[in-house]
């Protein structure tokens, strides 16, 4: 999915099942709930840490997908609410990272193997 099909897709979904978008500040919120819980299953999946005895470790990589879904659906309703197109952002964003970083990773012995 294109990112302008996905912000009238998330902004259509809004307008039929959402009533409203919530507002800036309460996304943020639930946009940070979301990271921790995307955190949560990393650090258990890939980090150290283990799963409780009654947690279902089965479905981890599904479970990540889907907390990936759910911040990016929060963060395409910032971006419409704020009247942001999401491919401008990208774009621009990736010019900046080529700009700044074009030869700084090359360089990082942490990163050589």
Known sequence: MELKKL?????NW????????FSEVTNTIVLMEEVGEFSR???RV????SFKKKEEQQTAHDDI???????LF??????NQMNMDLTQVMYKNIAKKTE??????????KLSE
């Open 100 to 109: 700044r970083d074009q030869n700084r990773h090359h360089h990082n012995s």
């Open 65 to 71: 997908a889907e907390e990936i879904g759910d911040i």
């Open 7 to 11: 912000q009238e897709s998330v902004d």
């Open 46 to 49: 890939y980090g150290e840490q």
């Open 74 to 79: 929060v963060i395409t309703c910032l971006a």
């Open 14 to 21: 809004i307008k039929t099942y959402g009533v409203r978008y």
């Open 41 to 43: 299953l990393m650090a």
